[in-house]
């Protein structure tokens, strides 16, 4: 099951809310488990989406979810549950497949979705909150995520959020050759925007982060001058674009900061890009006169142009994504199925085993040549007879009354459950 939202129905104002960042996931993770009736879980959350993947057996499990999540969020349940989806069994699988494959991104074929699956995956992994349902399940999405880039065209010509970003920085300022740029922050996002920055022809490029040596270490790799975060005001006169892609929870820009900054740039225009989530800048700072201020919202406009081709291909990446659904739906009920076959062939060989060691004693004069002939006969007889069975539980399988028809057949061969060998199964609904 996975219940989230996406940038597809919450506005940014929402979705910073619900943000969950990778030194918050691990508590995140655990106070889940503690506090709901599930027994995996996983949190995917970038700036476009917050989703929890669990596996849980009890069909209201997506009550807790909602609960949990309007408790950390701190919006009342009844604001924060039309915004969120809830997909169950191959549906929540079709979902991750098709996030990972950059399909649902806000910008078609993106790259950087599928390393923010593989974070969530290993995060979820390393830290026990993941079991054999949900590492299966992300396995799978990371698969499919790198055929659909190099079986289709879905990321061809695909840009990042970083890349939009100065995409749009041109269509204001048309050359940015002789502009200074100022990028706040260190991370992957800030890295992309530099490497566009530069790629356009930006030569004087600042960067501020909290931890210098960070600053300094990205700055370096695009011959750019690194700023102590105590300077940033300074550094903020200098700059004609600035791009913020921090981590950081409350804005680090403010409007009083920007109106001080304005006076000593006597009304010279700044154009800001917040990429990140939650925002580095208040919303208020856009009033300024000759400040413009863009977040990532904004960016979906510039998203338009050059999408067509992309979306041409989404056809042949959702085959994929059908393809390793029932592949996953397979090997998803085929674990129903394992115990039972495990049991039933277990009893039919301890049978064979028993009347063999009855019939040994009657039969002492044979050589251990003809005993052992007798011995394989009587094997082979056993798995002739049970071939026909366990042919008829692996399709019980992919029925979909299979739960039904193998509760018939554990009837029928006098097979007890055993709730402990098999994991716990997911709301297949």
């Known amino acids: ?82 915004k969120l989806y809830v997909h169950r069994g191959h549906k929540a699988a079709a979902h991750l497949f098709r996030v990972a494959s950059g399909v649902d991104s806000m910008v078609i074929g993106e790259q950087q979705i599928l390393g923010q699956v593989k974070t969530a995956y290993a995060i979820a992994s390393k830290h026990g909150a993941s079991g054999p349902v949900l590492n299966t399940l992300f396995q799978q999405a990371i698969t499919v995520g790198k055929r659909a880039r190099t079986e289709t065209e879905i990321a061809r010509g695909a840009f990042s959020i970083g890349s939009v970003a100065v995409q749009l920085a041109r269509s204001i300022f048309e050359e940015l050759s002789e502009r200074t740029v100022l990028v706040i922050g260190a991370g992957k996002m800030a890295e992309l925007a530099i490497t566009h920055l530069v790629s356009c022809g930006v030569k004087s490029v600042l960067v501020a982060n909290r931890t210098h040596e960070k600053a300094e270490h990205l700055a370096s790799e695009f011959n750019g001058q690194a700023v102590r975060f105590d300077n940033l005001q300074t550094a903020l006169v200098k700059a004609d674009i600035v791009i913020t892609s921090t981590g950081a929870p409350e804005p680090i820009i403010s409007q009083n900061l920007v109106l001080s900054v304005m006076r000593a740039r006597r009304g010279r225009p700044i154009f800001f890009i917040d990429i990140a989530v939650p925002r580095d800048i208040e919303q208020t700072v856009g009033l300024i006169d000759n400040v413009f201020a863009y977040d990532i919202d904004d960016l979906q406009k510039v ?35 394992v115990p039972i076959i495990t049991d039933l062939q277990k009893k039919y060989e301890e049978i064979c085993d028993g009347e063999m060691k009855k019939l040994r004693r009657k039969l002492e004069h044979l050589s251990e040549d003809e005993w052992n002939a007798i011995v394989v006969a009587a094997r082979s007889i056993v798995r002739k007879v049970m071939h026909q069975p366990l042919t008829c539980i692996k399709q019980c399988a992919e029925s979909e009354d299979s739960s039904d028809r193998l509760s018939f057949l554990r009837e029928l061969f006098g097979i007890q459950a055993d709730e402990s060998k098999t994991d716990e199964k997911i709301d297949g609904s």
């Open 1 to 82: 099951m996975v219940v989230g939202l996406s940038h597809k129905i919450a506005p940014i104002e929402l979705r910073e809310k619900l943000f969950v960042s990778e030194q918050q996931l691990p508590t995140v993770l655990a106070n889940l488990k503690d506090s709901t009736a599930i027994s995996e879980c996983a949190i995917l959350s970038t700036c476009n989406r917050t989703e929890v993947y669990v596996c849980a057996s009890a069909p209201d499990a997506d009550t807790s979810i909602k609960t949990f999540l309007s408790r950390i969020s701190g919006l009342l349940n009844e604001e924060l549950t039309p």
């Open 303 to 337: 998203l338009e142009v050059g999408e067509v081709a992309r979306r041409a291909e989404i056809a042949k990446v959702e085959a994929l994504i059908a393809e390793q659904v029932d592949e996953f739906m397979r090997w998803f009920r085929m674990r129903d199925v």
